[in-house]
């Protein structure tokens, strides 16, 4: 059964990655000249954030080149790490804990905690985190008026709620262009579907979805002038482009969603997943709307992938492999990379390294 919408959150049910905004690889005037190609580096640094389990207690942990940098919590209640960003070494992971009955939207700078960004007395959920100039932004949703809010903070403090009286919204995704900032999720109001939604600084922005059937957004992505997003319209995975519809990835047989979505030299690479006979989701990886391989550890084991990042043909995506469990994982390309052990991974952010630095 599809993971969305506008239900409070079931912890084990996720999304999400540290969204960042991406210039043009094309150093051309012409518009008839190909795109210089970025260069290939040479290595990565790559962080992960997630949860491992311990004791039947999610602790929220962040790993780095696939061993345990730093656990944020100390398993005394449950806690999800679900975004995380880097920023001149300082690494900030956004997510949610347990505390007194509730659940509640918190930000961590690298192993302590930086912001209690939700209230203790409601739900509150940190679903992405990105930083500019020293600001740290980070995307989720609130509960206002028993209904969820989508919510943006900046430094710790509300910065824009996105909704509409009666409404329920949640922003999943963040991203900063310029200065720009955009946030996407969904938004339901009155007697419709979840509409995919995305923001733009204090004001809506496109809606993508017609209400008929439920929509949401993902994971959000900036190349070249023209904004991606990733996400679902009814069973449909689906990627849009600006406020038009790119491609449906799956046919809507069975219930599939795109989670996340990079572009490298002109290549859009989207991860997702969709149902399949025998087993749990099965995790994809399309390029350019068409399936370039899936997910699994060679067999008939399901996966969800959350994240994804690309340069040139190194393509690492992260997320879970069921299988007697859930696993967190990272793969290169169609290969297991990292096995992080039980748990989950909702999110990467990938450091390149390149000859002479």
């Not at 290939?40 to 311990?54: F, M, N, R």
């Not at 052990?341 to 000859?355: A, F, K, N």
């Amino acid at each position: 059964m599809k993971k969305t919408m506008l239900t409070l959150f079931v912890p084990l049910m996720a999304a999400l990655f540290c969204s960042t905004s991406c210039g043009s690889d094309d150093d051309s005037s012409d518009p008839s000249t190909p795109p210089t190609p970025a260069p290939q580096p040479t290595s990565y640094d790559i962080y992960t954030a997630g949860y491992k389990t311990v004791d039947s207690k999610a602790v929220a942990t962040v790993w780095k080149n696939g061993t345990e940098l730093y656990t944020l919590t100390d398993g005394t209640s449950d806690a999800w790490a679900y975004a995380v960003c880097v920023d001149q070494e300082t690494v900030y992971t956004a997510g949610y804990e347990e505390q007194s009955g509730h659940v509640v939207a918190v930000l961590w700078e690298n192993d302590a905690l930086k912001y209690t960004l939700g209230s203790s007395d409601s739900n509150s959920y940190a679903l992405a985190v990105t930083v500019s100039d020293g600001n740290v932004y980070t995307a989720g949703s609130t509960t206002v008026n028993g209904s969820l809010t989508a919510t943006v903070w900046q430094n710790g403090s509300e910065l824009h709620t996105y909704s509409v009286s009666p409404a329920s919204s949640q922003a999943r995704a963040i991203l900063l262009s310029g200065s720009d900032l955009y946030a996407a999720g969904n938004l339901m109001t009155g007697g419709t579907e979840p509409v995919a939604q995305v923001w733009k600084n204090a004001n809506a922005y496109a809606t993508l979805t017609d209400g008929t059937t439920p929509g949401d957004i993902r994971g959000l992505f900036f190349a070249d002038g023209t904004l991606y997003a990733a996400g679902s319209t009814g069973e449909t995975a689906t990627v849009w482009s600006n406020d038009k519809t790119l491609y449906t990835l799956t046919d809507g047989s069975t219930s599939a969603e795109a989670m996340s979505l990079w572009m490298t030299n002109g290549t859009l690479y989207t991860a997702g997943y969709y149902t399949a006979t025998n087993f749990e989701e099965q995790g994809v990886i399309w390029q350019n709307g068409t399936q370039l391989y899936t997910l699994s550890n060679g067999t008939a084991t399901g996966s969800m992938p959350y994240a994804i990042a690309a340069w040139g043909d190194d393509i690492f995506t992260a997320g879970t492999l069921f299988g007697n469990g859930r696993h967190a994982t990272v793969w290169k390309g169609a290969e297991i990379l990292y096995s992080l052990g039980r748990g989950e991974v909702y999110s990467m952010y990938v450091v390149p390294h390149y000859d002479g630095e």
